[in-house]
């Protein structure tokens, strides 16, 4: 372990983040706001969406260095329920966290599988699996997500709907992102296939499913990496509208996009701070893992280095 | 061809004087030309060849100027008929590649650009260099492309590079490089990437050429077979220094460096057949990982003690010069055994 | 060449190690349906390999020569069944490698043959760590007892080619060149192999390190007993390590002899040409004759006898015909000249 530690604080990439200081920011943002979302059952002052700890009448109070009527239990104000929103924006923010990490995972499991494929078998599955993506392609990824949103609230009970709500949102977000990392999977396995260490297993007479598993897909993954991390920003951006819009997470698990919309009812009668805490939350995460994304970039490209 | 390799009477065309070329990188400066010195004499064609990382590209890249940053020139100096032209500025450097100074690299491909002609680019480098109308400039891009072989030359001087074979493109890098008048030509690997029956027209073509126009030459390959055919002297480089530099018939067969005689005797010659090859054990050291005095001794089967921790410069030995210490009145010391095998 | 007994097996071949006959492949480069309909394009179909016979003995080393774009990395994919050939056959000590058996007769006669590569830095797995890509054939093929057996053997091939057992944790960029090269020789022994096709496995090294892989090879092919088909177009290695040579233009096969006798007396026409291009490192100062043109494009090859238009001996029948394989002095030469006896056969020398 302390080898591997070893290795990885010595490499040309720990140096190349150490050296841009955008990124340790970035990195440092990023990593304080995860860990302090998911700690939030012991981290936050309240529990906003337990029925029993609110009161109506801690209701539409300020934030407390704005005006003289807000309290320090409520540092962020609280909303028309009397939910704090500090402590929403915790629990939302690891609810969104979650939401856009999954969804990553499913595109990326589905995009690697099939852009493998894809590329290694060639031929007319190549060819339908490229036209299912194009297809895809002149859809708005939200437009798709929509879409399969939509297909299951219309075949299940609104009740059940919201049990399983974030399965749904995770599929649906996941199924409108994996064209991409198909394509550069896809792209990386035509360039892998043809070099002389698979042709090499290949006369071995290893079957094709071992080959593309065992000696392409450990050589592929790099991009995936870098497409992920920036994907991470865009899938939390998604669930988010989707939720604003009111398709996505309900109310009862609300995300960083259901406060925002739930706030976005009371600004025009000047209880801004519901709506404007989320909001600068989800940007600020938005913006760090973006960031994040930016520099894995560039730092894993060998043309740069 | 007189047989010493510094030439009487006549001043030198280039003369190179110490040069250092470093790049710093995060983990230090690393040396990747040390204290390296020759002169070519006007029209001589000196070679220059090593194995990969001896640091003859980059020697040769220091000499034009393109030395793509981090590395630069750290010491030494680079002359041109007697003036210096390793410290000038980018623009001074434009005016003298080209019209002082020709290139030719490995990759005809990426040598043309693929947008423009062929003809416009040889009259654009024309122009650039010599006062000349356009018409004028046509005339002599077709002069150009007539005397290195290419073919229908009036119509293929408008052709793109595309539309060339591999060998006819080289041609037309040899014609751009020429076309401004230059005294001094690097070439860097020139036949490298091209088929063997290719290879041989263009070393012959090149050859032809320089004599005819009357410029030097300076050859930068790995092919010891190209230098024997091309070259008037060689120096033979290893791990960023000069390890011999000779009348290239002296050095090729009877070396003065160890290197040298054992990179010969790794060479399959049609002379000798089915014997063993000479092998030297080991490989180039890294540029990290020079050893202390001579580069070459790890490998060398004659090292003595001396060659351990004095570094050895060029002196006289044979027709030529070598860095090696068995070349100087007190020896190399006491032999080492135990070679150490990389 | 060959007498063909009546019902196919000729009691030679068995003798032969390796046998190929007939061998071709084609590669349809065609432009996608819809542009040749839409510009009337014809199909362009390259005949990388096109008709050729070859025999090896067990213990030979045969080697292929010639230039870019000749078809001979194909033949050598071809034989350890890459690709599958258009036409023609692959005998394998006895046994025809295109004829439908089981997959663990085929497992058993693909164990026997191995391929080495030309570019050290993409034949092995970056990912892999060079303990795994030399146990690979062995695992593959079932070769090991248990893993104490695999280690061994892996130990005992990394050895083989002069490196370390403890060699077998580091991964392949940790390695130089010619490094990595005994390594992909010892990935090719590893099955305990007995042919092994050899693609230019020295053409992408520096020569004091080509000098040691030479050497190795040699060395494994008399301890080994191992039988090697070397492609190449360096001539000067080639007539180091050949027992035989064949050279090839354009897919087929001008000439092949004993190696000897191939650069002593060269028959045909573009054989000379080759020999000529060999640079005079003896310094012997010996005479050179031009060389003309360029290798056409194997998509348009000419018609006849492909070398036509660079031959200084062409006649009409050279344009129109194209010449068969005639045996010669130990060897066979497919050339109208030298079958016409229009030329003469003149002995070279290469030292003063």
Request: aromatic share 6%.
């Amino acid at each position: 372990m302390s080898a591997w530690l070893h290795r990885l604080t010595d490499s040309d990439i720990w140096w190349s983040f150490k050296s841009s200081w955008l990124t340790v920011v970035a990195a440092v943002a990023t990593l304080f706001i995860i860990l302090v979302s998911f700690l939030s059952p012991i981290l936050a002052p309240h529990t906003p969406f337990d029925p029993a700890t609110i009161s109506l009448s801690d209701g539409l109070k300020p934030p407390v260095l704005v005006s003289a009527d807000g309290e320090w239990t409520f540092p962020l104000g609280t909303d028309d329920q009397g939910r704090d929103v500090l402590s929403s924006i915790m629990y939302g923010t690891r609810l969104s966290l979650i939401v856009g990490l999954a969804s990553v995972v499913v595109a990326m499991i589905m995009g690697i599988a099939l852009g493998l494929i894809s590329g290694y078998v060639g031929g007319t599955t190549d060819a339908v699996i490229m036209r299912i993506a194009d297809v895809q392609l002149t859809f708005p990824a939200i437009l798709v997500a929509l879409l399969i949103d939509g297909i299951v609230r219309g075949l299940i009970s609104v009740k059940q709907h919201d049990e399983i709500a974030v399965f749904v949102i995770v599929g649906a977000i996941g199924l409108s992102f994996w064209v991409q990392y198909a394509r550069t999977v896809r792209g990386s396995v035509l360039v892998e296939k043809n070099k002389e260490y698979v042709q090499a297993a290949r006369v071995i007479g290893l079957s094709p499913m071992l080959i593309m598993v065992r000696h392409v897909l450990p050589n592929v993954t790099g991009p995936v990496l870098v497409i992920a991390t920036l994907n991470l920003g865009l899938a939390i951006i998604s669930e988010a509208t989707l939720s604003f819009l009111g398709v996505g997470l309900p109310s009862t698990q609300p995300s960083l996009g259901t406060l925002i919309r739930i706030g976005n009812e009371l600004l025009q009668s000047g209880e801004w701070w519901i709506t404007v805490f989320p909001g600068i939350t989800l940007a600020a995460l938005v913006l760090a893992v973006n960031l994040l994304g930016d520099w894995l970039r560039d730092a894993l490209n060998p043309k740069l280095r | 061809m007189p047989p010493l390799d510094k030439l009487g009477n006549n001043p030198p065309l280039l003369e190179v004087k110490n040069l250092r070329v470093e790049f710093p990188t995060r983990r230090g400066t690393l040396l990747a030309v040390d204290d390296v010195s020759f002169d070519i004499a006007p029209g001589e064609v000196l070679g220059v060849v090593g194995e990969s990382g001896a640091g003859k590209s980059l020697t040769g890249n220091a000499i034009i100027g393109l030395l793509e940053p981090p590395g630069r020139i750290a010491a030494g100096e680079i002359r041109l008929e007697g003036r210096r032209i390793d410290n000038l500025p980018y623009e001074e450097m434009r005016k003298v590649r080209g019209a002082r100074i020709g290139a030719i690299f490995q990759d005809p491909l990426t040598s043309l650009n693929p947008l423009y002609s062929v003809g416009r680019q040889l009259i654009e480098t024309i122009q650039t260099h010599m006062p000349v109308s356009a018409s004028q400039a046509r005339q002599r891009a077709l002069e150009l492309l007539k005397e290195v072989g290419i073919p229908g030359a009036e119509h293929r001087i408008d052709h793109y590079p595309h539309q060339f074979s591999g060998g006819m493109r080289q041609r037309v890098v040899i014609a751009l490089a020429l076309c401004a008048g230059p005294r001094l030509i690097v070439a860097d690997e020139p036949t490298t990437a091209l088929d063997v029956s290719i290879q041989a027209q263009i070393i012959a073509l090149l050859k032809r050429l320089c004599r005819e126009h009357g410029t030097a030459v300076m050859l930068v390959t790995h092919d010891m077979g190209v230098i024997a055919e091309t070259a008037d002297r060689v120096a033979v480089m290893y791990a960023g220094r000069i390890a011999e530099i000779g009348p290239v018939r002296e050095v090729i067969k009877n070396a003065q460096h160890p290197y040298t005689r054992g990179l010969m005797g790794s060479i399959p010659s049609l002379g000798h057949r089915g014997e063993r090859l000479t092998q030297i054990d080991g490989s180039m050291p890294r540029l990290t990982e020079i050893p202390k005095g001579c580069a070459f001794n790890p490998r060398c089967p004659q090292r003595g003690e001396r060659c351990l921790v004095e570094r050895p410069d060029l002196m006289p030995a044979g027709s030529g010069r070598a860095a090696c210490w068995l070349h100087d009145a007190r020896g190399v010391g006491a032999p080492v055994k135990d070679l150490a095998h990389a | 060449m060959l007498d063909i007994a009546p019902d196919g097996q000729s009691p030679q071949r068995s003798r032969q190690f390796v046998h190929i006959e007939g061998l071709k492949r084609y590669f349809d480069v065609s432009a996608p349906w819809l542009v040749r309909m839409l510009e009337r394009r014809p199909r362009q179909i390259v005949q990388a390999v096109d008709g050729i016979d070859i025999e090896i003995a067990k213990g030979e080393t045969f080697s292929l020569v010639g230039e870019s774009g000749c078809g001979k990395s194909t033949v050598a994919r071809l034989v350890v069944g890459l690709y599958p050939p258009t036409a023609g056959s692959i005998h394998f000590d006895g046994h025809d490698m295109s004829g439908r058996r089981s997959g663990a007769d085929n497992a058993a006669l693909r164990r026997r043959m191995q391929m080495i590569f030309q570019d050290p830095f993409a034949s092995l797995n970056p990912r892999w760590r060079v303990f795994d890509i030399v146990a690979e054939p062995i695992r593959a093929f079932g070769l090991a007892k248990d893993k104490a057996d695999l280690e061994e053997q892996v130990g005992e091939r990394l050895r083989q080619v002069r490196l370390a057992p403890a060699d077998g944790v580091k991964y392949p960029h940790e390695f130089s060149g010619g490094q990595r090269q005994r390594i992909s020789i010892a990935r090719a022994l590893a099955s305990q192999s007995e042919f092994l096709v050899c693609d230019e496995p020295t053409s992408a090294l520096d020569v004091s390190v080509q000098a040691q892989i030479l050497n190795l090879m040699m060395d494994l092919q008399r301890r080994l007993q191992l039988t090697y088909l070397f492609i190449s177009h360096n001539l000067a290695v080639v007539y180091h390590i050949s027992t035989r040579v064949g050279v090839m233009y354009l897919g087929r096969l001008v000439e092949q002899a004993p190696t000897d006798t191939l650069f002593k007396r060269p028959k045909h026409p573009y054989t000379r040409m080759l020999l000529d291009t060999i640079p005079d490192l003896d310094m012997s100062g010996r005479q050179r004759s031009p060389v003309a043109g360029e290798v056409p494009s194997p998509i348009n090859p000419p018609s006849g006898c492909t070398f036509h238009p660079r031959c200084p001996f062409a006649n009409e029948r050279c344009k129109a015909e194209r010449p068969k394989p005639v045996a010669i002095e130990g060897g066979s030469v497919a050339c109208h000249a030298i079958e016409e006896k229009r030329i003469p056969i003149e002995e070279r020398s290469y030292t003063r």
